[in-house]
Nanobody, 127 residues
Framework: QLQLVESGGGLVQPGGSLKLSCQAS????????MAWFRQVPGKEREEVSC???????KYADSVKGRFTISRDNAKTTVFLQMSSLKPEDTAVYYC?????????????????????WGQGTQVTVSS
């Protein structure tokens, strides 16, 4: 059974950077689509970024040019490098994985059906 554990969240000033990690245990990530989501209490969950098995990527318009998703060579960790952070980036960030769906088919209607989710890591952007 695959387990995902996020880390790297914290408090950062506006304009700063953070790098989130999603460590997988129980399986290699190489065959999985991996995605990062975020959620603020009282608001809908938002897909931030996604990386396919062939390493093609997708980003929300709100983070394009500021966030970068990547996998490590051993394919056990997915990263989200976040730069030029804004207060509106404050949220709990979740890592998710799916065996079948590629990034272009991940929609809000199937978020809950993604195969694996982590527990989340808090990111707070504040001065």
């Amino acid at each position: 059974q695959l387990q995902l554990v996020e880390s790297g969240g914290g408090l950062v000033q506006p304009g700063g950077s953070l790098k989130l990690s999603c460590q997988a245990s129980g399986s290699n990530l190489e065959r999985l689509t991996m995605a990062w989501f975020r959620q603020v209490p009282g608001k809908e969950r938002e897909e931030v970024s996604c990386i396919n098995r062939n390493n093609t990527t997708k980003y929300a318009d709100s983070v394009k040019g500021r966030f970068t998703i990547s996998r490590d060579n051993a394919k056990t960790t997915v990263f989200l490098q976040m730069s030029s952070l804004k207060p509106e980036d404050t949220a709990v960030y979740y890592c998710a994985a799916d065996i079948v769906l590629p990034c272009n088919l991940i929609r809000p209607v199937n978020y809950d059906g993604l195969d694996y989710w982590g527990q989340g890591t808090q990111v707070t952007v504040s001065s």
